[in-house]
């Protein structure tokens, strides 16, 4: 029995492995561009790039649009702004995009830029989602603007001591989380109100750039430095901080992190490199790049992670670690199935010896 839950668990992990690995890294050339920031939307099967003319100083800006299930560019729309952060709204599927100080819309239902909200101010980052609040959170120096993007009024406002960057927005607990620069910290704010409720001390500079497991709670940011650090939504405190690289002439420019598997991929400079690490901080994959990535996105669908890098947007396999988690658990599970029938089995056999002997039953007549 146990050797054939055994076997019964190879079969599972063989057919669990993605059978087609071996044609990762696709490569997506959306024409003589320089892609930047890059948002998948998993739900509707789209991904969404900007990008500028790929040459300096830039001739113009793009914005384009992938399938998932193809890889292929579907629509390239020119951009009135420059390419700068985006940020997707889940509900309506539509794709916020900064450009200095302007943001564009992109309207998903009819395929085009629906209007602009102009904030008159340089937009650093940008955080959006609908179930915690219908605004659109921006930093801009020493500012976190909270914008009505149908008016494009800014409706709340907080000011802090010094400039803000990397921002994220966490639908567990409604809270704002924002990086102050350049003396490390983390400031928390209520997102309905922008009221502060507290900070979160880092041992160095600075939270650039988020990603967020609002699965576990984990907030993860790069710092421009070797340097990574984690930090817990629940309980608003510093976790650890990890070196994506033994070598601190290295900085982190790019984070994105998988709420299926839990895996943080950064990206890593000089050179074209990715680095998947595990929670607790130790590399189990990398991945190498063309050139210096700008900017991360996993499609949480497709199990596919989106790197943009000098002239085209590279797609590597996100699924190989969850696909052998997956294995593990259906196997040891078979194999405690089959563990539990012998158990039963045997306990059925023993207890109808046991109740053979308390009868006085000696078997059946023998024949003379």
Not at 72 to 94: I, Y
Not at 334 to 354: D, H, N, Q, S, T
Request: glycine content about 8%.
């Amino acid at each position: 029995m146990k050797s054939k839950a055994l076997s019964l668990f190879l079969v599972i992990l063989f057919l669990a492995q993605p059978a087609n690995a071996s044609t990762y890294p696709l490569t997506i050339t959306p024409g003589r561009s320089w892609p930047m920031s890059i948002v998948a939307d998993s739900a509707r099967g789209l991904v969404y790039f900007d990008a500028t003319s790929g040459e300096y100083p830039p001739t113009g800006f793009s914005f384009g649009v992938i399938n998932a299930s193809t890889h292929q560019v579907v629509k390239v729309l020119p951009l009135d702004v420059n390419s700068g952060a985006m940020a997707l709204d889940q509900e309506n599927g539509n794709v916020f995009v900064a450009g200095n100080t302007t943001i564009a819309v992109f309207d998903e239902a009819n395929q085009t830029f629906a209007s602009q909200i102009d904030v008159g101010k340089p937009v650093l980052s940008m955080a959006y989602d609908s179930s915690v609040s219908t605004d659109l959170f921006i930093t801009s120096g020493p500012h976190v603007y909270a914008i009505d993007p149908q008016t494009g009024e800014v409706v709340r406002n907080a000011t802090f001591a010094n400039s803000v960057d990397g921002i994220a927005l966490d639908s567990s607990n409604g809270r704002l989380y924002v990086g102050q620069y350049p003396q490390g910290g983390i400031s928390v704010l209520e997102a309905v109100s922008l009221t502060p409720v507290g900070s979160i001390g880092l041992p160095g500079c600075c939270a650039l750039q988020f990603a967020l497991d609002d699965r576990t709670q984990m907030l993860y940011a790069v710092t421009g430095t070797n340097d990574v650090y984690a930090v817990n939504t629940g309980t608003d405190s510093f976790v650890k901080s990890f070196q994506v690289t033994p070598s601190d002439q290295n900085s982190t420019n790019a984070i994105a992190v998988d709420n299926m598997t839990g895996g943080v991929y950064v990206a890593s400079s000089p050179g074209g490199s990715i680095l998947e690490m595990d929670t607790a901080g130790d590399v189990v994959q990398h991945y190498q790049v063309q050139s210096q990535v700008a900017a991360l996105a996993i499609d949480t669908k497709t199990q596919e992670l989106y790197a943009t890098n000098y002239h085209s947007i590279a797609v590597y396999d996100a699924s190989r670690s969850r696909t052998f988690l997956v294995a593990i658990f259906i196997g040891v599970a078979v194999v405690a199935v089959g563990v539990i029938f012998v158990y039963l089995f045997i306990r059925r056999r023993e207890e109808r010896e046991r109740m053979k002997v308390q009868s006085g039953w000696a078997g059946p007549p023998q024949a003379e």
